[in-house]
């Protein structure tokens, strides 16, 4: 299949659910360059458009997995990122904790060469501790304020390093890689407040979970794959679950809950699992609405998961419907417009109120699924189709973008840095 030259792509006939623009019905879209330029009955069809015809499938917004292992756990013989595109994920935030300041530009470099997804990344909270900036230059960095001279004296000497450096989504603290001090975490609570970052706490120990809570000091703290804290890893699985659960209501408190540990085997078999009542609650918890927001943590090939599975994503937001937990359009939220959504606050950033939904103006960021058979049948990112009938499609291009605090970008130039061009 060529790139696609002609003026408009058009999704016809599919069930449209839309949350955000309170849509559920029956409706045609059509996507313009990187946008959706309509959503109407009956386009007219023109001369020279390229119809998607998606008679019995669902059309939703294209799933934000904001919290997504992007070929940091050495999946050296799978092509796990590719998976996770099949799987109908269009944006991906890897939140590895052992990630330096080069993370940026290393991802970066790969979406210049033609990854198939939006993707942005979190540094370790380690990392961050371990350079030669006090707390005001790294305040400074985030914010895109500090001087070149500066960095290379207390950040590195790598060129590409220091470009990228500011260029993140937040800062991750995990109590399973290492444990820091409390002087220590406070700094990275005001690094977080003032920089506008997202400071996530690997949870599954409610005991941390809690020092976190009390170190925060009402500063904004988001739980990572919350009901991990079902699997009875750190104490009895249903009272850890609890727990955690009381500590989502607090005022500062935003959390994520695993999408394959939602599932009704709760969890995969090379990783942990909840416990079933610990599930009930995790699932008591989004019917109430105390979480909003589901994740996969790891992609469908990946070599080490642990937690959860991109594989995973669409057939339990199918299942919460089901199982009556959630209707459809909150059900297609908790990876689409609530993470669109929450991502555009705490970041302060408008350009993500193109994310996540399907309204007019919005990025051409679409996953089409089949309901039956619980998979993505098409998946277009930036109105580019990426994935047909399930099989990733070679002739991509650069369809996919840089995320971070300060928007979304095509390139970042590290990719093509070693390519000259003589003018």
């Not at 069809?45 to 939703?60: H, S, V």
């Not at 009556?324 to 939220?333: D, Q, R, S």
Request: charged letters at 25%.
């Amino acid at each position: 299949m060529q790139k696609w030259n002609g003026r408009r792509t058009i999704l016809k006939d599919g069930l449209v659910v839309d949350p955000e623009n309170e849509r559920k019905d029956q409706f045609d879209i059509v996507v313009e360059g990187d946008t959706i330029s309509s959503v109407e009955k009956n386009v007219y069809i023109e001369k020279g458009d390229r119809i998607l015809e998606c008679e019995g499938l669902q059309i939703w917004p294209g799933l934000i997995d904001s919290h997504l292992h992007l070929g940091d756990l050495f999946d050296v013989s799978t092509n796990s990122i590719v998976c996770a595109v099949q799987d109908g994920v269009t944006a991906g935030i890897s939140p590895g904790a052992g990630n330096s300041f080069m993370a940026p530009a290393l991802l970066g470099a790969e979406i210049d060469r033609g990854l198939p997804l939006n993707a942005g990344v979190y540094l370790g909270a380690a990392n961050i501790l371990g350079t030669s900036m006090n707390e005001e230059e790294m305040i400074d960095l985030f914010q895109g304020k500090a001087a070149k001279e500066l960095l290379e004296q207390k950040l590195s000497r790598n060129v590409f390093t220091n470009q990228m450096a500011p260029f993140i989504i937040g800062i991750k603290d995990h109590m399973g890689h290492f444990i820091m001090k409390d002087e220590d975490i406070d700094k990275i609570f005001d690094i977080t407040q003032k920089a506008n970052l997202i400071y996530m706490s690997h949870t599954q120990d409610p005991e941390h979970s809690w020092r976190m809570y009390e170190l925060s000091k009402g500063r904004k703290l988001h739980l990572g794959h919350a009901n991990a804290a079902g699997t009875g890893s750190h104490g009895n699985a249903e009272e850890a679950m609890q727990s955690v659960i009381e500590l989502c209501k607090k005022k500062n408190i935003t959390a994520e809950f695993v999408t394959t540990m939602l599932r009704k085997n709760g969890g995969s078999r090379e990783g942990l699992r909840m416990s079933e009542k610990a599930r009930e609650k995790a699932l008591n918890a989004l019917s109430e609405g105390i979480v909003k927001i589901l994740v996969s943590d790891g992609q469908h090939q990946s070599t080490m998961k642990g937690f959860g599975d991109t594989s995973d994503n669409i057939p339990c937001i199918l299942e919460l419907v089901e199982n009556g937990v959630l209707p459809l359009e909150k059900a297609v939220a908790t990876m689409t417009c609530n993470p669109a959504q929450y991502l555009s606050e705490k970041l302060k950033c408008s350009v993500w109120k193109k994310m996540g939904h399907l309204g007019k103006g919005a990025f051409a960021n679409i996953t089409i699924v089949d309901p039956k058979n619980a998979r993505a049948v098409y998946v277009i990112v930036n109105g580019q189709i990426v994935v047909f009938e399930g099989r990733i499609l070679r002739s991509f291009g650069h369809a996919g973008r840089w995320i971070s605090k300060f928007g979304i970008s095509e390139k970042t130039g590290v990719g093509d840095s070693s390519l000259q061009i003589i003018r």
